[in-house]
């Protein structure tokens, strides 16, 4: 089974939620860089009070703070495997992951693309209540994700990592579809 992975995704399009579920299958770290941006925000650092607003905005918070932390876990890390949910976002984040995991010789094996028609989306990301996900904002979440994170689909297809999976319907459907492209 491979066990470095990318989940790439439209905002609602189950990668938190699938994420979880492969890592507590195959023990990776669940690297999601919108939960510890989250985490910082409610601690009150110095870095959640710089990326508060952005967040409560649905932009992207600056390339460096999110590099930084990203580095930080990959290098620390003590699973052999892992999993980024939430990121890379754009195609600057991209290449400094690139550049990261060549330095460690940790290349990643699969790239998930998770796919979900528009309409249930936005329905899910109104259902799941987050402090982010009122219309206005998840508006904006979904034409950043369109402008800036949905070129990383072809960046990684033509490197040959790409596997786009299908993800309406049940959970546990979508996760079986998961394991068969990580295998
Ligand atoms: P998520 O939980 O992945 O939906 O992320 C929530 C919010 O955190 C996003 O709307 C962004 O403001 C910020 N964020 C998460 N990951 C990144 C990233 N890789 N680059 C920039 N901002 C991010």
Not at 45 to 51: A, L
Not at 112 to 127: A, W, Y
Not at 147 to 169: C, N
Request: proline content about 3%; aromatic content about 4%; glycine content about 8%.
């Amino acid at each position: 089974m491979k066990n470095k992975l990318l989940f790439l995704g439209p905002p609602g399009a189950g990668k938190g939620t699938q994420a979880s579920i492969i890592c507590s299958n195959l023990q990776l770290m669940h690297l999601s860089t919108g939960e510890l941006l989250r985490a910082e925000v409610v601690g009150d650092t110095d870095i959640g009070k710089q990326v508060a607003l952005i967040m409560n905005k649905g932009e992207l918070v600056s390339d460096e703070i999110v590099l930084s932390i990203v580095r930080k876990k990959l290098v620390n890390a003590n699973q052999a495997g892992w999993l980024l949910d939430g990121f890379p976002r754009n195609l600057l984040q991209a290449k400094a992951l690139q550049t990261l995991l060549d330095e460690l010789s940790q290349p990643i094996q699969a790239v998930v693309s998770i796919e979900i028609k528009d309409e249930i989306l936005i329905e899910r990301l109104i259902s799941r209540g987050r402090t982010d996900d009122t219309e206005e904002v998840i508006r904006n979440r979904l034409k950043v994700y369109r402008e800036q994170t949905s070129p990383l689909i072809d960046f990684y297809d033509q490197l040959g990592m790409l596997k786009a999976v299908f993800g309406e319907g049940d959970i546990e459907d979508v996760a079986l579809r998961i394991r068969k492209v990580i295998e």
